[in-house]
Each structure stands twice: as C-alpha cells, then as structure tokens.
C-alpha cells in the first residue's frame, strides 16, 4: 500500500503523518471515522490540511455558529469542492449532509473528509455523533465506497468522550490520534537552537513543545545571553498574547466550568505537590474531592497521573502542558520581564548569589520554630526560580 507523500513543509510529525496516511489510504470499503483532537497551537489543522491537500480530500473548518448557517456554510463548502462557485447545496439536516460528504467523486478512492472543530458543531446538534453513527453502520450493511471521516477538535474532553461509555461512536472509531507537543529534541530543531544544548533547555523549560508559540514570538534568541531580554518582550510582557496563557488556557476547555479551583490545583502540581493528599492539604480541601478535579484535568489534558512503581495505588501528579504552569501569576510575571528587559545576560540566566556563613542570618541560630518562619518568609519573598534560572 503506497502512503502519501509528507509534504517538505510540515515539520517533524513523521508518526503522526504515517498514522493518518495508513487510515486513509486503506482501500476497505465503507465508512471508517478517525478522531484527531489536541491542544490548541499544536497544528492539528496544518496537518490535516496538508493530508487534504496530497489526497486531494475535502477539509472543512467549522465556526462556532448556529445549526441552519453552519449547514449553510457547509454546503457551500460541498458545492465548491466540487467546481460549484457561486452556488450552495442545501442541507436540511445532519444525515443529509454526511451522505452528501460521502459520495465519493470518481476519481478519488477512498475518498477523505475532514470536519475540523467538530466540537463546534456538535455543541449546536447533539445529534450529529448518532448520525455518523447511523452512517457507518448502514455501510457495513451494504457495499459502499471507501469514506476515511476525520473529526478534529480542541476541547480534549469533548473529543476523547466521543469513545467513552455508552457514546455513538463508542466501538466505531479506527483511528484515534493526540497530536501533542514536540519532545525536548524536536522543539530544540524547531526554535533552530539544537546547537546549544543549555539554551534549548530554558525554551522547553519556559514554552515546552507547543509549535504556535512560534507564530506569536517570532524567532528565537540568537543566545543565551538574549534570553532576557526576549522574555521580557514576549511572554512577560503584559502587552503580549502569550502573558496570560496560563490565565486563558482552561476557558478553552469546555468542561471546566468553576476555573477558580483547577488554576489552584494545577498551581499546587507546579508548585511541587504530585500526590492528591498534597495537594489536597495545599487546597485546604479533604483528599476525597480531589478525584473528580483530578479526572477533569487529566481528561483536559492539562495533568498526567503516573503509578510509582514501588508504592501500589500512589500516584504521581505532573502537568503536561508548560501553558499551564501556573508558577508565576500575572501579578508576578510583570516585575519580573522589567527587570529582565534592564539587563543582558552574561552567557548564563542570574543566579540568587549564596550567603557567606559568616554573615548568616542570627534567625538561623534561633530555635526550629524561627528557623522555619524565615525560611518560609524567604522562599515567599523570592522571584519564582522555574523563570528567571534553570
């Protein structure tokens, strides 16, 4: 079986493209359904583009719309697909407009379709998964043409839901892709910094692998010593896009609704507590509440769980997304990109210089109750370190 080409203009993502080239150009007859979500900024529709494009398949992006005008839109979409300008096919509901998507041309076999922000639209027509359903199965029932249906979307919950439970498409999905962000290597290519090994370590350590940062900061610092001051200009500037990610990024996911708590949970997890007793000692909250905030975020794909190995039923928190390191709140991020914008650094990030033991603090010689207050007063006072050192 020969798969497409991967276009030059799409960076790394080798897996990701011979995963979805493999479902696609399977010649089994009938409707197979592909489910594509991820994070936002990760090109989840660059890519799926770029599949439509060398299949010559059909890629429609939904909007957050009504049902009739995203119906409407969507036949427009049809008709122009099909050399049709000027014109729209009418679709009057949801099952009329997937067999419409399923007559394959001629000269396309199998033919691809791509429905990007699917939660979009199923948000609007809840009965839009039953009536793929219905679709698939009456393929099965008779011979039909090869159809590869890929439903795309953002909000993780809605998307992974779509296989859950007694769900339509439970059962019915082939292919299920997380396009996630690139590992430490690829991101390092990415920022073209793969040459400095310390650099590229304090950009995945502040941006992680997300690509679309890119689009918003432009390139890179050509050093280490810039790194400060390009901080300061992007991410910790409170004029930038990039400044409140970590205050936005949960309002994109539709099933966190009381924001306020899951900031706070996912500010403990940054802030050092992987254990849901930790965490629920930080929150001041009994451990019993946690499951349900943890489920939430670890569906959200904001968190991962991880079981230790050496301890049965312990598991360890950590946050997969660096959008959501909610380490440095705004209130802090600003002081610190001022003083970051004053200086250039020296070839390395500032480092808090260490005490002389002769002139340690008299607390310190003070009993433990002392001892313990000022170190909590001084770790409190302190810039937080994830930011300004490695």
Not at 89 to 115: G, K, M, Q, Y
Not at 213 to 235: F, K, N, Q, V
Not at 337 to 354: D, H, T
């Amino acid at each position: 079986m020969d798969l497409p080409r991967r276009p030059t203009v799409l960076f790394d993502r080798e897996v990701e493209w011979r995963d979805l080239a493999s479902f696609v150009a399977d010649p089994a007859a009938g409707v197979r359904i592909g489910v594509v979500y991820g994070r936002r900024r990760m090109g989840k529709s660059f890519l799926l583009e770029a599949l439509a494009d060398v299949t010559g398949g059909f890629y429609h992006q939904a909007l957050e719309d009504e049902r009739a005008p995203a119906l409407a839109r969507l036949g427009q979409s049809i008709a122009l697909a099909r050399g049709l300008s000027g014109v729209s096919i009418a679709l009057p509901d949801w099952p009329t407009a997937l067999r419409a998507l399923a007559e394959a041309p001629p000269s396309h076999a199998p033919n691809l379709v791509v429905l990007d922000e699917f939660p979009y639209l199923l948000a609007r027509a809840p009965e839009l998964a039953s009536a793929i359903q219905e679709l698939h199965d009456a393929s099965r029932r008779r011979p039909a043409a090869p159809v590869r249906l890929v439903l795309c979307g953002s909000a993780m919950s809605v998307m992974s839901r779509l296989l859950s439970g007694q769900q339509a498409l439970r059962g019915r999905v082939a292919t299920e892709l997380v396009v996630g962000p690139f590992d430490f290597r690829a991101a390092a290519a990415f920022w073209g910094v793969a040459a400095d090994p310390r650099l590229a370590f304090l950009l995945y350590a502040v941006l992680g692998g997300t690509p679309g940062y890119r689009d918003l900061l432009g390139t890179g610092p050509g050093s280490e010593g810039d790194l400060g001051a390009w901080l300061a200009a992007g991410i910790l500037n409170p004029s930038h896009a990039l400044f409140r990610e970590a205050d936005f990024v949960l309002a994109e996911e539709p099933a966190i609704t009381d924001r306020a708590i899951y900031q706070a949970t996912l500010a403990a997890v940054a802030a050092g507590k992987r254990t849901s007793g930790a965490i629920a000692a930080a929150l001041g909250r009994p451990e019993t509440s946690m499951t349900h905030l943890l489920d939430g975020l670890a569906r959200a794909g904001f968190i991962e769980r991880a079981e230790d190995v050496l301890r049965a039923r312990r598991p360890t928190v950590r946050i997969l997304d660096r959008s959501c390191d909610s380490t440095i709140p705004s209130s802090v991020r600003t002081p610190v990109g001022s003083r970051l914008a004053e200086r250039k650094m020296p070839g390395e990030m500032p480092r808090r210089a260490s005490r002389p033991a002769s002139s340690a603090h008299p607390s310190r010689r003070s009993p433990a109750r002392g001892r313990g207050r000022t170190r909590r007063r001084r770790r409190s006072a302190a810039v937080p370190p994830t930011w300004v050192r490695p």
